[in-house]
């Protein structure tokens, strides 16, 4: 397994699709995983910190999870297959551990809000894993993978408000 890093939530421009870019931890690869608009919040406000009225599921998991008497060790993003990506929870109770089948997307937020290990498969990572970089340092829509000029959280979760204020439901039907 390959520890990642989430590096940015960014809106694809072809298909107004968020999409995960995670880059591995000490290497040069991204791994890009589209996710859906919500899942997109969830992990904008993991991201920001941003508390809400009332539990959003990925609070609702941490919390069964940790009521449970169990902790988050770790997340892993395990294959793809027919181009769906899958993940699982790994978990840790009274020295037992205890895998959850995840969508990678939740499986982030989660880790995001617990501080856990996001881990890619070798294999996936491999196979799946991009080299990214800026052609044009003007075009916002372009994939920024250099630590000092990465977007901080702030911009990232306005980022995802934009996108989530301007999509329409016929923007689904593509």
Known sequence: MIEVV???VRVDVGTSTPLLLLEE????RVLPIFIG???ATAIAYALGNVETPRPMS????GNVIGSLGAQLFSVE???LV???FYANLRLLRDREEISVSARPSDAVALALRSGAPILVNDELMALQGRLLSIEDEDDEDDVELDEADAPNEAELVAELRDFLETIRPEDFNQ
């Open 25 to 28: 931890v000490g290497g040069e």
């Open 82 to 84: 027919d181009n769906v």
């Open 77 to 79: 993003i395990t294959e």
């Open 58 to 61: 990925h609070d609702l998991l």
């Open 37 to 39: 608009a919500p899942e």
């Open 6 to 8: 989430l590096r940015a």
